[in-house]
């Protein structure tokens, strides 16, 4: 049993949307529907493939390389993902009533937070209208206008929203949309949206840490859009999340045993071996996509985004769900339960430190010891993750540095820990 500090396992909240799933290669710019896989008893259930942009024939211009070591040379570069049209129905394109929920506070502390904000309660029409301010017995209710929700500034809002965000009664804000900031300059490109619409849009993005750019303000600009495909392709969009697509290359004549070893994980290893010595028996070598190389459970997830439809009733496919099943060649259920995640952890896991190796679970720890997030440890900087429980948040490849600061909201320092089988 793990000698560090008690850990609280959290879970997010789940939201709304049903996706799609995405698998394209890096060569050619294409938008392809990849074809239906079919489900088998134990394995993740066939889902539908969604859209993928990627780059040119030539090298992308951020192409990175991994740290060098028994995992073989990795080269990566980022794709921007985004759900099939077809699987947006009408629910989820609209608008819901817009109510604040505040619970805990007062009218003395909601009143010191317009003031943080730059307002004065006092004089702000909405602020001290009693009409738009209800009252629960753990919470105050504020109803504002879409005007004053539009009119905030980028300051105001981060302020107000990240209070929000504190409560799932605040599915917005708690739930937002979000992508990392050098993506979001071209968040709407392509999107075939009105232009007026997208500088609308904009005009509500605001900040939340220093890595993601935030909307939670569909609900503003959904009855603004004239047409039911607007409306699609306006929550298409903003469902849009960056990937990592890694490849290994392997030189002619290279040594592939110790890669063989690394990503076999000693059972795969026999499996890999013909594979990559077909690669390395090229004259100019060649490369392989990753996905091909992890535990079968990750391989066919990995860019893909659940169904509702195919999560038991009352568990959850989250970050521990997908981490504690990752080397499962049976999924087991339940992970998706909390109590279970933390007792699994505590009798089969051990804390570690120095080198990770493939398939190290990493949790990331608030100060109060509550767990935020797991991943699981790939290569270098490499984790396979699902940010969030989330029907719009897809299982990816990331960087941890990505993971770590899209956790570290509100300049909150996490504790990384990693975490191994007691088998291993």
């Not at 004549?253 to 010595?277: F, M, T």
């Not at 090229?282 to 997830?301: C, T, Y």
């Not at 439809?309 to 049976?330: A, I, K, M, R, Y």
Request: glycine content about 4%.
């Amino acid at each position: 049993m793990p000698s560090d500090p008690p850990v609280v396992l959290q879970l997010r909240k789940t939201a709304w949307l049903i996706l799609g799933v995405l698998m394209a290669a890096p060569w050619i710019v294409l938008v392809v529907v990849l074809r239906d896989r079919p489900s088998t008893e134990g394995r993740p259930p066939a889902v539908k493939k969604a859209t993928v942009v990627a780059e040119t024939k030539a090298p992308p211009p951020d192409l990175a390389r991994a740290r060098p070591g028994p995992w073989g040379e990795l080269e990566y570069f980022r794709v921007q993902v985004e759900p099939p049209e077809q699987i947006i129905v009408a629910d989820y394109t609209r608008a819901d009533a817009i109510r604040w929920v505040f619970k805990g506070y007062n009218d003395t502390s909601l009143a010191a937070l317009w003031r943080q904000a730059g307002f004065d309660p006092t004089l702000h029409p909405e602020l001290s209208d009693p009409a738009r301010l209800q009252r629960t017995t753990d919470a105050l209710v504020f109803l504002p206008s879409a005007q004053f929700v539009t009119d905030l500034t980028p300051a105001a809002r981060t302020i107000i929203y990240t209070v929000l965000a504190a409560f799932p009664e605040n599915e917005p804000q708690n739930s937002p949309y979000r992508l990392r900031n050098d993506a979001a300059a071209t968040w709407f490109d392509d999107s075939g949206l009105p232009a007026e619409a997208i500088a609308f849009t904009r005009r509500m993005f605001y900040q939340r840490g220093a890595d993601a750019t935030f909307f939670s303000d569909a609900d503003i600009v959904l009855p603004t859009l004239k047409t039911a495909g607007d409306r699609v392709r306006f929550i298409k969009t903003l469902a849009r999340k960056t990937a990592l697509f890694v490849q290994l290359n392997v030189a002619h004549g290279a040594d592939i045993e110790p890669i063989a070893n690394y990503w076999g994980h000693s059972r795969r290893a026999k499996d890999l071996r013909p594979l990559l010595q077909s690669l390395a028996r090229r004259p100019a070598g060649g490369k392989i996509d990753l996905v091909h190389l992890l535990p079968g459970f990750a391989r066919s997830l990995v860019f893909t985004y659940p169904l509702p439809s195919e999560v038991p009733q009352g568990l959850v496919h989250d970050c521990h769900w997908t981490s504690f099943n990752f080397f499962n060649d049976q999924i087991d259920e339940r992970f998706g339960r909390i109590d279970y995640v933390r007792e699994v952890l505590l009798r089969d896991y051990y804390l570690v430190s120095g080198e990770p190796m493939f398939g190290d679970i990493i949790v990331l720890v608030r100060p109060d010891t509550v767990v935020l997030h797991s991943c699981v440890h790939l290569a270098d900087d490499l984790v396979f993750t699902k940010n969030g429980a989330e029907f719009s948040v897809p299982w990816q490849i990331a960087t941890l540095d990505n993971v770590v600061g899209l956790y570290s909201l509100n300049a909150i320092t996490l504790d990384v820990r990693r975490y191994r089988r007691k088998d291993r």
